[in-house]
């Protein structure tokens, strides 16, 4: 088969008086880690709820390998969730969480029993099947929900938020094994997460969205190297937004500025003083108030600087990025 | 799911609201005791209105709402700092302290009142220790007057006060009552402006459970009250059972119905509040 | 901490009134004398009285048998009613029919034991039924409970995590089969602690049966009321303290349930 896992067309979602997903038009490819990235309140767990069938759509619909989801409940979906909460079954073993799914479609005995087995090694937790999930870690309960989601070999793997309930020490082992977990298998797998950095550093593709729209789709150096829009380039890591002649405007990263005690022998070149200094290990990021009264972030990792010192800030030719509004 | 729904709504329509058109239209209806049932319908409103003239009835009235709001602040005032304490008590304490409180809703009702018959009696144990340890030479007879209700209303009803007032104090942010005293409250001054306020859901809830029930109560009238105690719900137990007049009775039931419509549907806006924020 | 040890002594005060009468009614249960009221020794004559009383043990059977009816009607009645609030935001007459379920709750006995009675008389004159007795009283029993149920279940309810139930059907479970796998055994407690009470409250009705129940039936509490209001009897003592000691089992029981459930 060929073609996009999923596409969407024009599909909206309103609640009262609320566009939580405004008609969004989307193509994911098949074999993608596609992460749907976006504030509070953007619309991304309405657009992956769509997905799984927990939300009836206003407008438009969702294809899944080519199969309009149209009128699909949930349960006839070929689609799996890892929810946020987990939403392990409290009076059910890991084994029988795990099982669920299969014993739905009249699964039973050693056939399922074998797969369980299978599912719960792949995620480590083979000595904890007997085990009730409040008897579980946090880390072992994601892998437990990990292992109930994938256990049905779905065509999608929806995951919602699924770092978010996890340490940070924790997260960032299990970004790197969900990821390695996503290509042994070769599935797809659409996540929602609110964080950039869990973004960029697992998606194949992302997409950003904001007020119910996507605003942009790439690979996560398309999308940071070239925003298409302010709020991309402000969501997505730090920028200066700077004028540009003709009144088009250009997203600056603050790595891709020289700070300097002298002037910068580059095309551009301003004066100004450090008003700010943050440090932040590897770099040092300072806040530089221009003489011309502009403000520009600029990051650097020599970490003689001192606030109120005079510097200068310089760039490339081709270090800016210009937006499209 | 509609299913789901058509059972109890059905149900409690059938035996729960249709009744009270019945017992509207008994209302309007006159004593025919040589028939049976011992009704003549009719569309007459003077039931309603010897309710509202006849100074028996008035009087009635005005015992049960006195009565009853006079115990249910009474049980407010008891149950409060019972609720509080154990709120306040350490938390593996507290089902424990709260099952005590409890305990005595699930026996029987009518066995609790009849405790008190022995109690309360002229030769009772009450008098008896009275005399024997001299506080009172000759102690009256509780027994059949109004203080013997009042008593019995707020010994059957204090779990209903207790209950929704630890629910709420029991929530209770430990750190709001820190930070009053962090802001120089006194103690007392924090209560009074930041536990009352806040428990105040509880109260509103406490009192609706203790003073609904408390105003059509006629076990307990009937049997600590006497016959000097004349409350509504025994007018109409009286009324049905001793004199057979059911228009009469079928009266006074839609007055109290009315009576107490406010409160009900206040709890009822309470109850699904609390429900929806717990959701 | 003055307030709190008021609270405290208040606490004492309070469980000593809750106590005091209740005791003094079991121990005069082994009393000797008739006179209820003087102490003339330990006996168990009353109880062997009790026990080898057969009108009091006929009422006994007739009372538990409704109430084994009744809490289990309202238990399925009150599951559904609770279920539909806690789940069907809003379907026509959603006012009303929470209204309904939560009245009955605090409707004053005498109102309701009317209404039903009349429910119950208009029924034989346009029906020809159903006679006065055993069915009339679980039916007004039932009606009376099921809002004790819903109310437990609709809170239990309110605290479920709703994802529980969106995970069976990702997982392929049809919304009954969710039903059956998930929520039913997620709030079976609560369930049971609802019948717990409805067969508690359908034993210790007088009120409402007094109406509905016809010339034959006499249930434990008509009995009771009919002995009791000619003043103490120490049968009733025996009684009361079976009912006590019953209690506090039940109460034991359905704690140990609602902490499950938690």
Redesign the interface.
Known sequence: MSGPIVRIEGLAKRFGAVTAVDRVDLDIERGALFALLGGSGCGKTTLLRLLAGFETPDGGRVLIDGQDMTGVPPHLRPVNMMFQSYALFPHMSVADNVAYGLRREGGGGAETDRRVGEALDQVRLADFAKRRPAQLSGGQRQRVALARALIKRPKLLLLDEPLAALDRKLREGTRFELVRLQAELGLTFVMVTHDQEEAMSMASTLAVMDAGRIVQVGAPHDVYERPASRFVAGFIGLANILEAPGGRWVALRPEKIVLSAARPDLPHASAGKVVDIAYEGARSLCRVALDDGRTMLAATSDGAFRRGQDVWLGWAADAGHPLDE | MRLVIALPFVWLGVFFLLPFALVLAIALGANAPDSVPPVELGLSPKNFALLFTDDLYLAAWLTSLRIAAVSTLAALLLGYPMAYAIARAAPARRPLLLMLVVLPFWTSFLIRIYAWMGLLDENGLLNQFLRWSGIVADPGTLLGTEWAVHLGIVYAYLPFMVLPLYATLEKLDVSLLEAAADLGARPFAAFLTITLPLSLPGIVAGCLLVFIPAVGEFVIPDLLGGTGTLMIGKVLWDEFFTNGDWPLASAVAICLLVLLAGPIALFQRQQAKGLERRT | M???R??????G???A???L??G??MA?SFNDSRL??VWGGFSTRWWSALLANEAMLQAAWLSLRIALASATAAA???L??G??????RS?P?RGL????????M???????G???L??F??AERLLGGPDRGFLTIA??H??FS?AFV??VV??RL??F?R??E??????????W??FR??TL??IAPAVASGWLLAF?LS??D??LT??VAGAQSQTL?MR??SS??L??DPQ?NV??TI??VV??A???LS?WLT?RSA
């Open positions: 003055r307030r709190a008021f609270a405290f002594t208040m606490l005060f309070g469980y009134f809750l106590y009468p209740l003094l009614v005069y209820v009221t399925v009645i009150g559904a009613a279920y539909a609030l806690a789940r069907a379907f007459g029919f929470g209204g309904l379920v939560i009245a009955p605090v409707m004053p006995e005498v109102v309701m009317i209404s039903m009349l429910l008389v208009g039916l007004a039932t009606t099921v819903a109310i609709q809170a309110a605290d995590d994802s529980l969106e995970a069976a059907m990702d997982l392929g479970a049809t919304p089969v969710t796998t998930v055994p997620l508690t034993l210790d007088l009120i007094q109406f509490p009771v009321y009791v209001r003043g103490v009733i009684l009361a009912v006590v209690a506090a039940a109460l034991v704690g902490r």
